[in-house]
């Protein structure tokens, strides 16, 4: 069987690794294969004296004390030289300990600096040392009401290098897990539901876990994304009629290299305990999958141009029920001219715990061009004041050039994505086949 | 004579599996409708031609399970064993540990080179115990990246390994809308490479054999398991026991060998269909170009009214084209015993231009694919580049174009 390491950088990174594990645990026993990273002790040694401290060995951390003061020039330049032979040794350590080594998964922020600029120099680092092994990364993404003013050019540094160097980012961003968080509360709180949510079956809860409450306010929301990695790997870790591994979400979502940020949206977020689910319940499912409320990134999929979609179920649903499924949402999507049956499927018969079956939806969706052009703009609107530049020109190894090439990148990638939109509602032509002499 | 069958990928060792119950199941069944010497007759030529028999009695599969990764092929194992009836042989698995990736192209250059040795070795020793060896029977889909690339690349070890024995590859067509986003270009890369390297190309569409489970056997939840275990039933009408053409006392040896004088006379067509009664009905044959409408639909009717094969219908010459004889063209099989639980079957395996509307389709929507150069730097990365994906789609152009021109 395949194996995955899992990376965490920075605190964002490090609190949702955390999640992530105590949901693995419950759904295996197995211990697997982490890194964790951060530049400021808090989140790692907490992690460390809490419950979860025998699932990571600590040789498995990298820990520094000064953090990066939300830079990405110190995350990426400073303590990216200053660890890196470290890092690649617990890497290569990590890699030893996997029969067979798949895929690395990136968790972290791209707003701050350790996240965003560590995080972002690992993946030269992996690429360069294990160029066979698939780099998912999970990038949070900054709300427009972030705290952090420089979050900007945070992010759109580090994006120029998930252009480069991962295979497939999953962007999302804290306002859509938010939003997710209210809308299950108020279903929970109003006693629509009643008594008649399953326990264990909230996506954002934690019950049966080690960490027993919600200490703190970002663990609902973190456990949401905890929840996407583990049905990522469900298929590659369980049977199932259609076996779908990692590497096939890359070959199958991934048209052209740079088009390789998918958004992903989740269903159920909670289960009744009705324990007959008539087909009806079943197609909702898939419904609520391509709804908005269920994405984990503010985006509008159903008015933009789908380039492939992946449906990921799990549990007890046939290929009969999923072919239906997409027989009657086809027709309210539109997908690109050479790829109108863009659709990759698999099957898995374990369900998550609490649940009876479950769909993860992975789209690569012109619908994130919104996003990156909201970020390219705060972003300009810092650079032309120059705010806060001197922060990070300071830095050893840092020009304006780095600024300039990053626009350059992300600007690129958008018109990518305006060309694709370009043929959106032209009409499907079969090009002139090859003719043979008879 | 023994039929050595080679199970490759997900789908090929699912489908395998269901085959190899299939028959043991109908030779062991009470309901033969006939002798008990005759009953006796068939179980021996069945378990002569695909199992080989263990010193506790339990029959040992004659198959090669191959796989990328090793979860499908423990679940079939472990299946087998469980029903006490039968059982794959231990050696006879090859399993790495990593997919590949729904990529023809990591299937046939990475994975086929790299496993050449071990694969053909596993082979060889399966075809040393048969007694006199036949051929090949290879399961596979073309939409994902075992089957279809490590397939491809397996088939043409066989050409040239055993290059006197005759090789039947069992082909599942994808359903039209989607399995796989890339399974158009794994398609023709499979069946351009095939075409090339094997004698016969069974083919059945996912999607067909979905309406026979919908409208005919009215599964409400159809799985796969569903869909396998029709085409193992289909599959099995066609290579269970039936009389040679001398005798009626005597079984067919050679029924691969047979199959293929009969029903490949030019190496142009290979394409093979089949289609079973009863399963069939007359929504089905809407498919079907007008010749073969009268004819099933005569199928049908001797069915229905017990009469005795009436071969007339079928020697019509209209049916066939011009450079071939009805009287070549045509033949009947037969067998007094009846076929899995069904007192009357017919099966009916045909080469026409039946298949050529869905390749068409699939060459389109691979070529319109390809216009745009999607997902071909998945394939260039592992050595498969743009002009042979050209020389696939000129191979199946002239396929198409020959098949049209009959």
Not at chain 1, 405 to 434: C, G, H
Not at chain 2, 98 to 123: C, L, T
Not at chain 2, 159 to 176: A, F, H, R, T, V
Request: overall charge negative.
């Amino acid at each position: 069987m395949t194996q995955s390491v899992v990376v965490q950088v920075g605190q964002c990174g490090n609190q949702i690794g955390c999640c992530f594990w105590d949901l693995a645990l419950r759904e295996h026993a197995a211990v697997n294969q982490a890194v964790l990273i951060d530049m400021e002790e808090g989140v790692v040694n907490e992690i460390l004296q809490g419950p979860l401290r025998d699932v990571f060995d600590t040789k498995q951390l990298i820990t520094d004390i000064s953090g990066s003061g939300n830079n990405w020039a110190v995350g990426h330049k400073v303590f990216g030289s200053l660890y890196q032979d470290q890092i690649l040794e617990k890497f290569r350590k990590s890699a030893e300990h996997c029969d067979c080594l798949q895929c690395f998964f990136i968790i972290h922020s791209m707003g701050g600096g350790t996240g965003s600029g560590l995080g972002t120099f690992l993946l030269k680092v992996l690429e360069d040392e294990f160029p066979e092994v698939y780099r998912f990364v999970t990038s949070i993404y900054p709300s427009g009401e972030d705290d952090v003013i420089t979050s900007p050019y945070n992010s759109i540094l580090a994006m120029k290098e998930l252009n480069e160097h991962a295979d497939c980012v999953l962007p999302i961003d804290n306002q859509s897990l938010f939003d997710i968080i209210s809308k299950i509360d108020l279903m929970v709180n109003s006693g629509k539901l009643g008594t008649t949510v399953k326990p264990k079956s909230l996506v954002t809860s934690s019950s049966g876990a080690l960490k027993k409450q919600h200490k703190k306010p970002f663990d609902a929301m973190n456990n949401i994304v905890a929840n996407l990695l583990l049905n990522l790997t469900s298929s590659a870790r369980f049977e199932g009629s259609l076996n779908m591994d990692l590497n096939e979400i890359s070959m199958n979502l991934v048209p052209f290299p740079q088009l390789h940020y998918l958004v992903s949206s989740l269903t159920p977020l909670y289960t009744l305990t009705d324990v007959n689910i008539p087909p009806r319940r079943l197609d909702q499912m898939f419904s609520d999958a391509f709804s908005k409320d269920h994405q984990l990134l503010r985006a509008d999929p159903k008015h933009s141009l789908y380039l492939a979609c992946a449906l990921m179920v799990r549990g007890n649903v046939q290929i009969s029920d999923l072919r239906r499924n997409i027989e009657r949402l086809k027709p309210s999507l539109q997908f690109v001219s050479w790829n109108q049956e863009g659709w990759k499927t698999s099957l898995c018969s374990v369900p998550p715990v609490g649940h009876s079956h479950s769909l993860l939806a992975l789209a690569n969706n012109t619908c994130v061009k919104p996003t990156f052009m909201e970020l390219k703009e705060r972003f300009m609107r810092l650079y032309k004041k120059k705010a806060h530049l001197h922060h990070y020109l300071q830095v050893e190894g840092m020009e304006e050039s780095c600024f300039t090439e990053a626009v350059s990148s992300l600007s690129a990638l958008i018109q990518e994505y305006d060309q694709l939109d370009a043929t959106k509602n032209m009409p499907v032509q079969d090009l002139p086949r090859l003719s043979i002499a008879m | 004579m023994s039929i050595v069958t080679v199970q490759l990928g997900q789908c090929g060792n699912q489908i395998g599996f269901e085959v190899f119950d299939a028959l043991l199941s109908d030779s062991h069944s009470s309901q033969g409708l006939c002798s008990m010497r005759e009953n006796e007759a068939y179980q021996a030529s069945c378990k002569e031609r695909f199992f080989s028999e263990e010193e506790n009695g339990v029959p040992i599969a004659r198959a090669v399970l191959v796989d990328m990764e090793p979860k499908v092929i423990n679940q079939m194992l472990s299946k087998a064993a469980q029903s006490g009836q039968w059982k794959y042989g231990q050696h006879a698995c090859f399993c790495q540990k990593q997919g590949s990736g729904n990529n023809w192209a990591y299937g046939y250059s990475v994975h086929g080179p790299r496993h050449e040795e071990s694969i053909m070795n596993i082979i060889r020793k399966e075809v040393e115990k048969c007694d006199s060896f036949s051929g090949f029977f290879i399961i596979m889909s073309m939409a994902g990246g075992t089957g279809s690339g490590l397939g491809a690349f397996v088939t043409q070890n066989l050409e040239d390994q055993y290059s006197n024995s005759l090789k039947m590859n069992q082909i599942i067509w994808p359903y039209g809308t989607g399995e796989v986003i890339v399974q158009n270009y794994n398609s023709i890369l499979t069946l351009s490479h095939l075409y090339r390297s094997s004698d016969a190309l069974l083919l059945h569409e996912n999607d067909a054999i979905h309406k026979i489970c919908a409208k005919l056997m009215n599964i409400k939840q159809i799985s796969f398991s569903d869909i396998n275990q029709v085409l193992a039933h289909q599959l099995g009408s066609v290579f269970q026991p039936t009389y040679s053409a001398e005798s009626s006392f005597h079984y067919r040896r050679n029924p691969l060998g047979d199959l293929m004088e009969h029903l490949v006379p030019h190496p142009e067509f290979k394409m093979l269909s089949v289609r079973n009664i009863p399963h069939m009905s007359e929504n089905s044959l809407a498919y079907t170009t007008f010749t073969w409408a009268g004819l099933l639909k005569h199928l049908r009717q001797m069915l229905i009214s017990n009469a005795k094969m009436e071969e007339e219908g079928f020697k019509d010459p209209a049916l066939y084209t011009s450079w071939l004889k009805p009287v070549n063209a045509f033949n009947v099989w037969k067998t007094q015993r009846a076929f899995s639980k069904y007192e009357k079957s017919a099966v009916l395996v045909s080469n026409s231009q039946f298949l050529v509307k869905p390749l068409d389709m699939i060459v389109g929507k691979a070529w319109n694919m390809f216009a745009s150069k999607a997902y071909i730097h998945q394939y260039t990365k592992f050595g498969i580049e743009e002009e042979d994906f050209l020389d696939s789609f000129t191979s199946l152009e002239q396929v198409v174009a020959s098949y049209c021109n009959l």
